[in-house]
C-alpha cells in the first residue's frame, strides 16, 4: 500500500505558473505509475497527466498539453506537476493517484487507480 500527500497549490493570476508535489511513503514508489487528475465544482474528477514508474513515457490530456509537464524522482520518492501559461478553467481541486504497473504503462482513467491523496486546491484568478 501507498500513501500520497499533495503540496503545491494556491491561488494565482491567469498567465502564472504553479509545481504541484505529491509526496509517496509505504511501498516501492518506483513500482507505481502515477497520474494527476482534477475535480472542478460540480464536475466529474478529470484525468490531467499519467507517467510510468520508470518516467520514460507520459500522457497528457489535450486541455493541458504544452502547458503542464509531469515528472517524477524515484529517490525522492515525490511526484511533480509542472503548470505554466495557468488558465481560469484549469481551477480545481487536483489529486495524484498510484497504481502497480507493469513496465512502460501509463494509466488515464480514475477506474485505473488504486491509491488517491487527499487533493490540493489550485485557484487561476483572471
Known amino acids: 500500500q501507498v500513501q500520497l500527500v499533495e503540496s503545491g497549490g494556491g491561488l494565482v493570476q491567469a498567465g502564472g505558473s504553479l509545481r504541484l508535489s505529491c509526496a509517496a511513503s509505504g511501498h516501492t514508489f518506483s513500482s507505481y505509475a502515477m497520474g494527476w487528475f482534477r475535480q472542478a465544482p460540480g464536475k466529474e474528477r478529470e484525468f490531467v497527466a499519467a507517467i510510468s514508474w520508470s518516467g520514460g513515457r507520459t500522457g497528457y490530456a489535450d486541455s493541458v498539453k504544452g502547458r503542464f509537464t509531469i515528472s517524477r524522482d524515484n529517490v525522492k520518492n515525490t511526484l511533480y506537476l509542472q503548470m505554466n501559461s495557468l488558465k481560469p478553467e484549469d481551477t480545481a481541486v487536483y489529486y495524484c493517484?498510484?497504481?502497480?504497473?507493469?513496465?512502460?504503462?501509463?494509466?488515464?482513467?480514475?477506474?485505473?487507480?488504486?491509491?488517491w491523496g487527499q487533493g490540493t486546491q489550485v485557484t487561476v484568478s483572471s
Open positions: 493517484a498510484a497504481v502497480l504497473a507493469t513496465i512502460g504503462t501509463i494509466a488515464t482513467s480514475t477506474r485505473e487507480y488504486h491509491y
